[in-house]
C-alpha cells in the first residue's frame, strides 16, 4: 500500500510540473505572437525597411526616427524664421500706416513750450504713438528734477498727445 501512494504523488508532481510548463509554453507562444505582430505593425509604418530580421527591422526604426526628429527640428527652425520676418513685416506696415495716417490727418509732430507763470511751465508734445513712448518721457522729465503737475494724455489713429504742466 506503501509503495501505491508513493506513485499517486509522484504522478501529481508530475502532472503539476507537466501542467507549469505548458502554462509557460502558452505564456510564451503567446508572447512571441505579440513581438512578431508589433514587428509587422512597425515594418508597415517605416516606409524603408533592408531586411526582414528582427534586429534590422528595430535598427531601421531609430534610423527613421532620428531622421524624423531632425525633419521637426528643421521645419521648427523654419517657422520661427518666417514669423520672424512675418513680425518684422507687420511692424514696418504699422510703422507705415500711423505714418500715413498722420499725413492724412495732416499731423506733424511737434513740441510746444508755453510759460504759464515764473515756476509753471506747459508743455504740449504731439507724436507718433510708440511703444512704452509715454513712460520714457515721464521719466526723462523726472530725472531732470522737475515735478509733473497736470497731465493729459490722448491717442487717436497712431498719433499721441501729452499735455503736461511741469514746476521748475
Given at each position: 500500500m506503501m509503495k501505491r501512494d508513493q506513485e499517486i504523488v509522484l504522478a501529481k508532481k508530475t502532472t503539476k510540473e507537466t501542467d507549469?510548463?505548458?502554462?509557460n509554453l502558452i505564456a510564451e507562444r503567446n508572447r512571441r505572437a505579440k513581438l512578431k505582430e508589433r514587428l509587422m505593425a512597425l515594418r508597415s509604418v517605416v516606409p524603408t525597411i533592408t531586411?526582414?530580421?528582427?534586429?534590422t527591422i528595430i535598427d531601421d526604426a531609430v534610423n527613421y526616427v532620428i531622421e524624423l526628429k531632425k525633419f521637426v527640428k528643421d521645419l521648427r527652425d523654419q517657422l520661427s524664421g518666417a514669423e520672424a520676418a512675418l513680425e518684422e513685416e507687420e511692424k514696418q506696415e504699422h510703422k507705415n500706416g500711423i505714418t500715413l495716417e498722420m499725413e492724412k490727418l495732416n499731423v506733424e509732430g511737434e513740441v510746444k513750450v508755453t510759460q504759464i507763470n515764473e515756476k509753471k511751465?506747459?508743455?504740449?508734445?504731439?507724436c507718433e504713438s510708440k511703444r512704452r513712448g509715454f513712460t520714457k518721457l515721464i521719466e526723462t522729465i523726472s530725472?531732470?528734477?522737475f515735478e509733473l503737475t497736470d497731465m493729459n494724455f490722448?491717442?487717436?489713429k497712431g498719433v499721441?498727445?501729452?499735455i503736461f504742466c511741469v514746476e521748475v
Open positions: 507549469f510548463r505548458s502554462r531586411n526582414m530580421k528582427k534586429e511751465i506747459m508743455v504740449n508734445v504731439i530725472g531732470q528734477g490722448t491717442n487717436f499721441t498727445q501729452f
